[in-house]
């Protein structure tokens, strides 16, 4: 699957949005409508006279926006929303000027700016409005690890470098153009300086120790290669308890990749108490009321027991992968691993399966399209 970002972008020449929708003045895409009303009311508020923002040939002309207040940007305002959305700035005068004398720079320079490093760093903030595992404080502090214990000015970076591992490792897949399922399959992951000297991580290259900043990198404790499945920093930030067995952390999972939400799942609670004596991890897997959420979350914790702690407090616990621990997840929770009824092996397998769900790419190509 392609980035969705890219998709975007290349959907539609003219305008920042997704193919049949429109920016409105508040600078939010919104859909059109089919209808019967001219091409006048697509345009504009145009820089000048090339700004008809009429050149998408995809555009089928009896589509029209549905409501009067929709703008189709074109020129220096368009070039203003790309360079925001892709390097985080405003653009150049030169480039403003570069773009009205001809329109046709507009698109030489968004490729430009997708290869630019901001661009990288840029999707780092958008997956972190989205993914929300940069936070002050985790289950532990840098006070544990010896190596950051005796500087107190350790605790931010330490925080900050944990937080941004599974959004490096998307941002780099990502700006890479790689193919962006790797983020559930790839075989390593992205780590600084910092995370190298506390956790069983080697720089993938040699001679790129010191002072280089992100990097990709590997674990040395022989997890599953999941992407950011098999990353630290995302099960830091969604931690499990030992009776919650993984079922959070299925709920951010399938909200995060698949855009399905259980929480907003209709509940009956009318015959849902549980009758005397019927114990709640049968109900679960017996009572259709608790089915109609865990019939599918169970079997997705089952794959997550590797990194299934003992205590969460503890880094020897939770800073290391247990593959010993497997196969408490069919015990515990007394169902092999299956996404969404896909039977999976294991954690990869978990990766692989939600890489092949059709849902995955059209939840990213959202999730972009909101962050824009
Ligand atoms: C609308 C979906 C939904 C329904 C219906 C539902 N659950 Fe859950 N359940 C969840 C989600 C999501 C979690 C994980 C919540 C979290 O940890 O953030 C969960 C967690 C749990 C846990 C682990 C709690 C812990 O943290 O220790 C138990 C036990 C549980 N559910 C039992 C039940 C029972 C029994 C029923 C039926 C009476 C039921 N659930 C119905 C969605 C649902």
New binding site residues.
């Given amino acids: 699957m392609l980035l969705g970002f890219t998709l975007l972008l290349a959907a539609c020449n003219s305008s920042p949005c997704m193919e049949g929708f429109l920016l409105n003045k508040e600078g939010t895409c919104v859909p059109w409508k089919k209808g019967g009303s001219t091409d006048s009311q697509l345009d504009t508020q145009g820089d000048g006279p090339d700004d008809s923002g009429t050149e998408d040939s995809d555009t089928d002309d009896s589509v029209v926006p549905g409501d009067d207040d929709l703008v189709l940007l074109t020129g220096g305002r368009l070039l203003r929303r790309i360079s925001l959305d892709l390097r985080g700035l405003l653009p150049t005068l030169a480039e403003l000027d570069q773009v009205e004398a001809d329109p046709a720079a507009l698109e030489t320079l968004r490729d430009a700016w997708l290869e630019d490093p901001r661009f990288e760093q840029r999707l780092v903030e958008i997956f972190a409005e989205q993914w929300h595992t940069q936070v002050d404080e985790f289950l532990v502090t840098y006070r544990e690890y010896q190596a950051l214990a005796s500087s107190p000015g350790s605790e931010y970076p330490f925080e900050r470098a944990v937080g941004e591992e599974p959004l490096r490792l998307m941002a780099h897949l990502a700006a890479g153009d790689r193919p962006f399922s790797e983020i559930l399959t790839a075989d390593f992951t992205l780590a600084n300086e910092l995370l190298v000297s506390i956790w069983d991580l080697t720089f993938s290259e040699e001679g790129s120790e010191e002072g280089e900043g992100w990097q990709e990198a590997r674990y040395g404790d022989g997890r599953p290669a999941a992407g950011v499945l098999a990353t630290n920093g995302l099960w830091w930030r969604y931690h ?2 030992v ?3 993984n ?2 952390r ?2 951010a999972l399938v909200r995060l990749l698949v855009c399905e939400d ?2 907003s ?1 209709p ?1 009956s609670l009318d015959g ?1 108490s ?1 009758a005397e004596g019927e114990a ?2 049968d ?2 897997r017996a ?1 259709p ?2 089915m ?3 019939a599918s ?1 169970d079997p997705i914790a089952s794959a997550l027991f590797g990194f299934y702690s003992l205590n969460e407090y503890s880094i020897f616990e939770i800073d290391r992968y247990h593959a010993e621990r497997e196969t408490l997840g069919p015990l515990l929770l007394d169902t092999e691993p299956e996404w969404f009824g896909t039977p999976v092996s294991d954690l990869a397998g978990l990766g692989q399966a939600i890489a092949d769900d059709p849902r995955f790419p059209t939840c990213v190509v959202k999730r972009m399209s909101q962050a824009l």
Wanted: with cysteine.
């Fill in positions: 499990t308890t009776s919650n067995y079922r959070g299925v709920a259980y929480l799942r509940v849902a549980i709640v991890e109900a679960l009572n009321y608790c109609g959420c865990h979350i």
